[in-house]
């Protein structure tokens, strides 16, 4: 499985940014996808998933303002209304086997725990 994240750069507060990850390899026919981000020395944090029953989740550091969706071959996060603090190293991730409650858990528990991740983009919010 490979994920490859694009879409970061840099934007003022209140801007929007849309990632994209490309993935492929992918043979799971239940599976979780997320997307979680990293500040200089915090954990990462999940911050968005979906599903393959279509079922989505969000932190609440970011509910309303961005939107997770997927075609068959791609992954994206929608930022909007974006702010300083959205400021960190973004990652896909995606995880086999595992739907529902397991996937909608990554966007609260301390340390996302996926098997496949991304390199990550970059997201610099400026005022």
């Known amino acids: 499985v490979q994920l490859l994240e694009s879409g970061g750069g840099s934007v003022q507060s209140g801007g929007s940014l849309r990632l994209s990850c490309s993935v492929s390899g992918y043979p799971f026919s239940s599976w979780c996808m997320g997307w979680a981000r990293q500040v200089p020395g915090k954990e990462r944090e999940g911050i968005a998933t979906?599903?393959?029953?279509?079922d989505t989740a969000y932190s609440d550091s970011v509910k309303g303002r961005f939107t997770i969706s997927q075609d068959n071959t791609t992954l994206y996060l929608q930022l909007n209304n974006l702010k300083i603090e959205d400021t960190g190293m973004y990652y896909c991730?995606?995880?086999?086997?595992?739907?529902?409650?397991?996937?909608?858990?990554?966007?609260?528990?301390?340390?996302?725990?996926?098997?496949?991740w991304g390199q990550g983009t970059q997201v610099a919010v400026s005022s």
């Open positions: 991730a995606a995880q086999g086997g595992y739907a529902g409650a397991w996937c909608r858990q990554q966007t609260f528990v301390h340390k996302p725990d996926f098997t496949y």
């Open positions: 979906i599903d393959s029953h279509g």
